[in-house]
C-alpha cells in the first residue's frame, strides 16, 4: 500500500455558502459544491466543507493513492485487521473511496484521483 499524500481535510459548517465564501475569499478554488458539501482547493491540497445534512462521514482527513487497485488492496487489508469501514464508492469523476475510522473514533478517507486529461488529448 503506497499513500501519496494527505489530500484533503473535511469540516462540518453551520452554513455551507457562508463558509464556501469565506474561503474563496481567502483564496481558495471553488472545485464542486452540492447540497450538503463542497469542495475547494488551494495548489494540490483540499477543502471540504461538510453541512449538517452531509450523512456519509463526519469531519476526517483524505488520504491519495497513486493507483486504483491499491483502494481495492487497503480496503481488504483495513477489513481483515477489524478496521470500521464504510463500502467502497464510485464517484462520477473516476474517484473512488471509502471511508473508515481509527482506534480513537477520527474519521478517515481512502481516495483515488485520476490524473486530469489535458485539455485537447484524445478529442
Not at 9 to 29: K, P, S, T
Not at 44 to 55: F, H, R
Not at 56 to 67: E, K, N, R, S, T
Request: hydrophobic share 40%.
Amino acid at each position: 500500500m503506497q499513500l501519496k499524500r494527505i489530500g484533503h481535510v473535511a469540516i462540518c459548517v453551520q452554513d455551507l455558502d457562508r463558509a464556501a465564501q469565506f474561503y474563496q475569499n481567502l483564496g481558495m478554488e471553488l472545485v464542486w459544491k452540492d447540497a450538503d458539501w463542497a469542495y475547494l482547493k488551494a495548489g494540490n491540497d483540499g477543502l471540504a466543507l461538510l453541512s449538517p445534512q452531509y450523512k456519509q462521514a463526519g469531519p476526517h482527513f483524505g488520504f491519495i493513492f497513486h493507483d486504483r487497485a491499491e483502494i481495492e488492496i487497503a480496503y481488504e487489508q483495513l477489513k481483515a485487521a477489524g478496521v470500521h469501514l464504510t463500502s467502497i464508492h464510485e464517484h462520477r469523476d473516476g474517484t473512488a473511496s471509502f471511508y473508515g475510522r481509527d482506534p480513537e473514533g477520527n474519521w478517515f478517507e481512502y481516495l483515488y484521483e485520476p490524473a486530469p486529461v489535458a485539455a485537447g488529448v484524445g478529442g
